[in-house]
């Protein structure tokens, strides 16, 4: 909450040193003081809140603040693991290796993707993927 509230410090480094934090933190409760602080007219702090973003959700709009508003209105009611499994099939390679990788973690497998690999096998693993998650959200909501 308190590296939160220093998304709003008088000072740039402060600003941008928090929104680095509550990135690698993956803070999800920190996205709407993210999204407002990409459109800083401070290079340093917009520029920390973006890759923050990215950290977080694995998506990526850079510092264009309607573009995260909109993808936010879209997915805050999903889980962070499904923004994981859609970021899968993410044009950019990176974001798509940081996806797998955490997921890869979580479930001590990676079901059969491949960040680099063919398209046609990535769709395939990520129809695994999405399986899974649906079998898990029924599993919750059974017990």
């Not at 909450?1 to 933190?25: I, T």
Request: charge should be neutral; aromatic fraction near 6%.
């Amino acid at each position: 909450k308190d590296l939160r509230q220093e998304l709003a410090a008088r000072d740039p480094l402060r600003r941008s040193l928090a929104a680095r934090a509550l990135g690698g933190l993956h803070d999800r409760e920190s996205i709407e003081g993210l999204i407002g602080l990409s459109g800083s007219d401070d290079q340093m702090c917009a520029q920390a809140a973006a890759e923050a973003l990215r950290e977080i959700t694995k998506a990526s709009f850079g510092t264009h603040p309607r573009q995260w508003t909109a993808w936010w209105a879209e997915n805050r009611g999903r889980r962070r693991v499904d923004w994981l499994v859609s970021a899968l099939r993410h044009r950019e390679l990176d974001l798509r290796l940081a996806a797998i990788e955490e997921l890869s973690k979580a479930f001590n497998d990676n079901l059969g993707y491949f960040a680099d690999g063919p398209p046609e096998g990535r769709e395939q693993a990520i129809s695994r993927w999405e399986a899974l998650l649906a079998r898990t959200a029924r599993a919750k909501l059974e017990h």
